[in-house]
């Protein structure tokens, strides 16, 4: 069998102002690529302010159609922007479907669904999480490689934690029906939903105070969920905890680089990396 050639396979390669508008849009490599990305950090930052001010009685009655200008102003602006990033990438349904596909996707949204439906608009604050952009930006790789241990340690620790929090409910559960029992609806236990209301506030050492046992049975069981609610809360702690302590650190920050793959936006390759590590396109 042939030996793959990854040279040959890329005689079908983007046209030059293609590849040249992935390397502005995804790339925070060259001068370009990180100057458009500081000016769509401050237009985020922008238009989150924006959508921030538009809540401020005071000023909204005085710069209302002003602020409203804005905003569309940045929609427009960030909708051509999710534009230019599916022409310029060879699978931009790899790019709608990633995380940051459909955070800029959501952070344009609103604001159309704002002119059949009244509200939506103050859901634009979803713009903040585009400026996990920063860390390309600054090539802080430190930062990129932290997150990829917390993230495979929380995919370790999902279905320990799942069985974990069903343990909990089973107790929540239990343990609100005694106090129904116990100190009933004229103590403010009207039901045992409620009960169990009261069960979560407490056990999770939040305590509003809105209901309280009365009776010295119902203190006594209220003092035992009050003491699990320690243990509870540091179990969650102790599985991710001990999945990132499996996790193996990267041997050099500096072995893993910003550059987005032209074909999947897949990033975090290695600094000497030819090809993508995940789809063998040609970096």
Same mark, same amino acid.
């Given at each position: 069998?042939?030996?793959?050639?990854?040279?040959?396979?890329?005689?079908?390669?983007?046209?030059?102002?293609?590849?040249?508008?992935? +390397?502005?849009? =995804?790339?925070?490599?060259?001068?370009?690529?990180?100057?458009?990305?500081?000016?769509?950090?401050?237009?985020?930052?922008?238009?989150?302010?924006?959508?921030?001010?538009?809540?401020?009685?005071? !000023?909204?009655? +005085?710069?209302?159609?002003?602020?409203?200008?804005?905003?569309?102003?940045?929609?427009?602006?960030?909708? %051509?922007?999710?534009?230019?990033?599916?022409?310029?990438?060879?699978?931009?349904?790899?790019?709608?479907?990633?995380?940051?596909?459909?955070?800029?996707?959501?952070?344009?949204?609103?604001?159309?669904?704002?002119? !059949?439906?009244?509200?939506?608009?103050?859901?634009?604050?979803?713009?903040?999480?585009?400026?996990?952009?920063?860390?390309?930006?600054?090539?802080?790789?430190?930062?990129?490689?932290?997150?990829?241990?917390?993230?495979?340690?929380?995919?370790?620790?999902?279905?320990? %934690?799942?069985?974990?929090?069903?343990?909990?409910?089973?107790?929540?559960?239990?343990?609100?029906?005694?106090?129904?029992?116990?100190?009933?609806?004229?103590?403010? =236990?009207?039901? !045992?939903?409620?009960?169990?209301?009261?069960? %979560?506030?407490?056990?999770?050492?939040?305590?509003?105070?809105?209901?309280?046992?009365?009776?010295?049975?119902?203190?006594?069981?209220?003092?035992?969920?009050?003491?699990?609610?320690?243990?509870?809360?540091?179990?969650?702690?102790?599985?991710?905890?001990?999945?990132?302590?499996?996790?193996?650190?990267?041997?050099?920050?500096?072995? %893993?680089?910003?550059?987005? #793959?032209?074909? #999947?936006?897949?990033?975090?390759?290695?600094?000497?990396?030819?090809? #993508?590590?995940? #789809?063998?396109?040609?970096?």
């Amino acid at each position: 069998m042939a030996k793959l050639d990854f040279e040959k396979i890329d005689k079908k390669a983007a046209p030059d102002w293609k590849v040249k508008m992935h +390397e502005v849009i =995804f790339e925070a490599d060259t001068p370009s690529g990180k100057l458009f990305d500081v000016i769509l950090l401050w237009a985020i930052l922008a238009s989150v302010i924006t959508v921030m001010l538009e809540t401020v009685d005071s !000023i909204n009655v +005085e710069y209302r159609d002003f602020l409203i200008i804005l905003e569309w102003v940045f929609t427009i602006l960030f909708s %051509i922007e999710y534009v230019f990033r599916l022409i310029s990438i060879n699978k931009p349904w790899k790019y709608v479907t990633s995380f940051m596909g459909i955070v800029d996707l959501l952070s344009i949204l609103p604001t159309y669904i704002s002119l !059949i439906v009244a509200g939506p608009q103050y859901l634009l604050v979803i713009r903040t999480v585009r400026l996990l952009r920063i860390f390309r930006i600054l090539k802080l790789t430190r930062y990129i490689s932290e997150a990829n241990i917390l993230k495979n340690a929380l995919r370790a620790s999902a279905v320990k %934690i799942i069985v974990f929090i069903g343990g909990v409910v089973v107790l929540v559960l239990i343990m609100g029906t005694l106090m129904y029992i116990i100190e009933g609806p004229e103590h403010g =236990f009207t039901s !045992i939903p409620t009960s169990m209301y009261w069960t %979560i506030v407490t056990i999770t050492t939040v305590g509003y105070g809105d209901i309280a046992p009365s009776t010295t049975l119902g203190q006594t069981l209220a003092s035992v969920i009050m003491l699990l609610g320690y243990g509870i809360i540091a179990v969650p702690t102790g599985i991710v905890g001990g999945e990132i302590a499996k996790s193996k650190m990267p041997r050099d920050e500096d072995e %893993i680089t910003t550059q987005s #793959c032209p074909h #999947c936006s897949k990033d975090g390759h290695d600094y000497n990396a030819k090809h #993508c590590k995940y #789809c063998g396109e040609k970096l």
